[in-house]
């Protein structure tokens, strides 16, 4: 059946402003370079209308951009307190909740709630990620890395190779709070 909803499925009208606006580009430019009258291209910014494959490849050449990267997953996504989706990296007493849905590997942020006595395990394990910090906000947070024991509290930081083989325990008699951030994300 053919599609008369004017609207595309992706929001591509945002994309190619905030290309035109990101190149210093104004709608008259972007008109001229396109051939496209200009009051076309700012309904197809605002999604009032939809393009014919040959416009929108025309619109795309005059801002210097790939049609495909219209479509590609957005870079901001708003993760809200709650909503974060839980997860289980291993070890013992610990919820993991993923904060940076939707990124493409750059980084993983983790928010995790660690009972008291809780442990990633006896035995060190080691994550294919070049550098990790993890965060105290609540409780404490004892960390083994090699032969060396921290122990981290609330605001302290630990920055490390993941690659290190590591583990860490809850020493204390209330919750701890940590957030992890692991680049990139294994």
């Not at 430019?29 to 416009?55: M, P, W, Y």
Request: proline share 9%; aromatic share 6%.
């Amino acid at each position: 059946m053919p599609r008369t909803d004017p609207s595309p499925s992706v929001p591509i009208g945002p994309r190619l402003r905030a290309a035109r606006l990101a190149k210093g580009l104004t709608l008259e430019q972007v008109a001229q370079r396109s051939g496209l009258d200009k009051s076309f291209i700012s309904r197809l910014e605002r999604n009032a209308t939809a393009a014919s494959v040959a416009s929108l490849l025309k619109v795309c050449a005059a801002l210097d951009i790939q049609p495909g990267s219209l479509f590609d997953p957005p870079s901001t996504n708003l993760v809200r307190s709650g909503e974060a989706p839980s997860a289980h990296f291993g070890g013992w007493g610990g919820r993991d909740f993923i904060l940076s849905r939707g990124l493409r590997g750059e980084l993983m942020l983790l928010r995790t709630e660690i009972e008291p006595g809780g442990h990633g395990g006896k035995e060190p394990y080691s994550f294919p990620s070049d550098t990790d910090v993890v965060t105290v906000l609540e409780g404490s947070l004892e960390f083994t890395i090699g032969e060396t024991r921290y122990t981290l509290y609330p605001g302290d930081s630990l920055t490390f190779s993941g690659k290190e083989p590591h583990t860490w325990r809850n020493p204390g008699k209330s919750r701890a709070v940590v957030l992890w951030v692991l680049s990139p994300a294994p």
